[in-house]
């Protein structure tokens, strides 16, 4: 199949009432703010058009990631950030999980998240009913893994049922200019391994994923910007464009982070509308 299209700052402007971004990749790296970012959001404030970030990152709060934009110049408000952490709050409720016991990999925010959604904190040596991965970092790594797969083999062993949480699906994350780093999906992965090893017939322990490409992050930022005549400007076609594509709005594929598609082979769930090579020329 043909590359989509190009498109350029203007056109995306122009053409939709409202904008989705993605953080990582798109606006930021670990290195810094990536060129144009900060114009282009200024331009969006300037204009009045309605924008928010969408991110999978679980380990900062809205406020503790507006902070962290502002102070590299770019100008996004705590109450226009949806993180996969937030989604926390819905999903321990659907699933009663408040008052639960709750094993947290991650940095201090990630907990955060845990005790605002219910749940009852608890080390990742003891005995958990909820264990959640918040995070790639923030705890001592190996330990602290051995730890909570320990005690996981121990409760399913006694026959115990244990709810398995991860917001931020993504494998990989951009960690500056050609330097990239695992991320939370990847620590599932490696539990979902172990316990396939061991429990080969148990297909059900397997981690519930809330961030992108799920539908709730996107529904509750076209809901904050008020359209779905909107896009969805990201870097990683499973996540950033496979959401879009899922909850019907456009997604936009930037060239400053992760994906490098061969476009002769990408499914048609993973195409994006068009691309953009970056914010500035």
Not at 21 to 48: I, K, M, S
Not at 50 to 58: G, H, K
Request: proline share 8%; net charge negative; glycine share 10%.
């Amino acid at each position: 199949m043909p590359a989509p299209r190009s498109v350029t700052v203007d056109e995306l402007v122009a053409r939709y009432e409202g904008i989705l971004l993605d953080a990582y990749g798109v606006l930021v790296t670990e290195a810094g703010p990536l060129p144009g970012a900060a114009q282009f959001v200024e331009r969006l404030h300037t204009l009045r058009k309605p924008f928010c970030v969408l991110t999978n990152d679980a380990a900062k709060l809205p406020s503790t990631t507006a902070r962290r934009l502002q102070a590299m110049g770019i100008d996004v408000p705590a109450e226009r950030v949806v993180t996969s952490g937030s989604l926390l709050i819905p999903h321990f409720e659907h699933h009663g999980l408040k008052g639960r016991t709750c094993a947290v990999l991650g940095p201090p925010d990630s907990v955060h998240y845990v005790l605002e959604a219910g749940g009852r904190i608890v080390p990742a040596h003891a005995d958990f009913d909820v264990l959640v991965i918040g995070d790639e970092s923030g705890f001592e790594f190996i330990e602290t893994m051995d730890a909570a797969l320990s005690s996981l083999y121990a409760r399913v062993d006694r026959g115990a049922a244990v709810h398995l949480v991860v917001p931020n699906p993504d494998l990989v994350y951009p960690a500056g200019i050609g330097a990239f780093g695992f991320a939370a999906g990847t620590l599932a992965a490696m539990f979902e391994g172990a316990l396939a090893l061991r429990y080969p017939d148990r297909p059900d322990l397997r981690f519930v994923r809330l961030g992108k490409p799920h539908g709730p992050i996107y529904e509750e930022g076209l809901r904050r910007i008020g359209t779905r005549a909107a896009c969805m400007i990201g870097d990683t076609l499973e996540t950033d464009i496979r959401g879009a594509n899922r909850v019907g709005i456009d997604g936009i594929l930037i060239g400053t982070g992760v994906s490098t598609p061969d476009w002769t082979t990408t499914p048609d769930d993973l195409r994006p509308v068009a691309t953009l090579a970056a914010f500035v020329p």
